[in-house]
């Protein structure tokens, strides 16, 4: 009964090398969201859809695309891995524009 | 003018105590004002919010009071208990429409230490 679920929990890779995390809810809401979370703990949005379509495209470098293939799903492909992208990577979702729900992330070491 | 900041950083209370976080804001187009709680290794939740046209919201221990003329909310925990012990964040999103459609503005967080 998992309401917003992300795969993998843990990633760790080498610079230079591409990755994907994927997420998915069962929650029935029309937006998702990818926030990251650094080392001092700082949330801050990446990218948000709404109906499979690209809402906030925050300054994120062109690295990083996010492709939605159904309300259900939004997952994350990094290019070019770098030291500085090692986070915690959230995916929340909500129905109403305000009351999201978060998934329990996904950590990425980039080494 | 998008920042929303958060204070103290670190708070430890005693058992049974009160747990007082405070956030301030600049833009007053803000009107959703919600607080998550975040366990370690797990996402943030959302524990409680509130909208600008309120000056206060309780929810079993948990307390937001907001005030709009000085642009700041705070969390009150009332008995505080050691499994309260989380960071806590406090946040601010713009009405739906535009490129802010949801996006919420985080604090950069609190400590909350409650010592049995």
Same mark, same amino acid.
Not at chain 1, 27 to 37: A, C, S, V
Not at chain 2, 100 to 112: A, N, R, W
């Given at each position: 009964?998992?309401?917003?679920?992300?795969?993998?929990?843990?990633?760790?890779?080498?610079?230079?090398?591409?990755?994907?995390?994927?997420?998915?809810?069962? @929650?029935?809401?029309?937006?998702?969201?990818? &926030?990251?979370?650094? !080392?001092?703990?700082?949330?801050?949005?990446? #990218?948000?859809?709404?109906?499979?379509?690209?809402?906030?495209?925050?300054?994120?470098?062109?690295?990083?695309?996010?492709?939605?293939?159904?309300?259900?799903?939004?997952?994350?492909?990094?290019?070019? @891995?770098?030291?500085?992208?090692?986070?915690? &990577?959230?995916?929340? !979702?909500?129905?109403?524009?305000?009351?999201? #729900?978060?998934?329990?992330?996904?950590?990425?070491?980039?080494? | 003018?998008?920042?929303?900041?958060?204070?103290?950083?670190?708070?430890?209370?005693?058992?049974?105590?009160?747990?007082?976080?405070?956030?301030?804001?600049?833009?007053?187009?803000?009107?959703?004002?919600?607080?998550?709680?975040?366990?370690?290794?797990?996402?943030?939740?959302?524990?409680?919010?509130?909208?600008?046209?309120?000056?206060?919201?309780?929810?079993?221990?948990?307390?937001?009071?907001?005030?709009?003329?000085?642009?700041?909310?705070?969390?009150?925990?009332?008995?505080?208990?050691?499994?309260?012990?989380?960071?806590?964040?406090?946040?601010?999103?713009?009405?739906?429409?535009?490129?802010?459609?949801?996006?919420?503005?985080?604090?950069?967080?609190?400590?909350?230490?409650?010592?049995?």
């Amino acid at each position: 009964d998992t309401a917003v679920s992300q795969t993998p929990k843990y990633l760790v890779t080498q610079m230079g090398n591409d990755k994907s995390i994927k997420c998915e809810q069962n @929650l029935g809401h029309d937006t998702m969201y990818w &926030y990251k979370q650094d !080392s001092k703990k700082f949330l801050k949005i990446m #990218f948000s859809y709404n109906n499979k379509e690209l809402i906030i495209n925050e300054t994120v470098p062109n690295r990083f695309s996010p492709k939605s293939p159904d309300k259900a799903h939004l997952n994350l492909h990094i290019n070019s @891995l770098e030291l500085g992208d090692s986070a915690v &990577y959230f995916c929340a !979702s909500s129905r109403a524009y305000n009351e999201q #729900f978060f998934g329990p992330g996904t950590r990425l070491t980039v080494l | 003018q998008q920042q929303v900041k958060q204070s103290p950083q670190s708070l430890i209370v005693q058992k049974g105590g009160i747990s007082i976080i405070n956030c301030a804001y600049e833009n007053t187009a803000f009107d959703y004002f919600p607080w998550y709680q975040q366990f370690p290794g797990k996402g943030p939740a959302l524990l409680i919010a509130i909208r600008p046209d309120v000056s206060e919201k309780k929810e079993g221990r948990f307390t937001i009071s907001f005030n709009k003329s000085a642009k700041q909310f705070s969390l009150h925990i009332m008995d505080s208990q050691p499994g309260d012990s989380a960071t806590y964040f406090c946040a601010a999103s713009l009405p739906p429409g535009g490129t802010s459609y949801g996006k919420l503005t985080f604090g950069q967080g609190t400590i909350l230490t409650v010592h049995p």
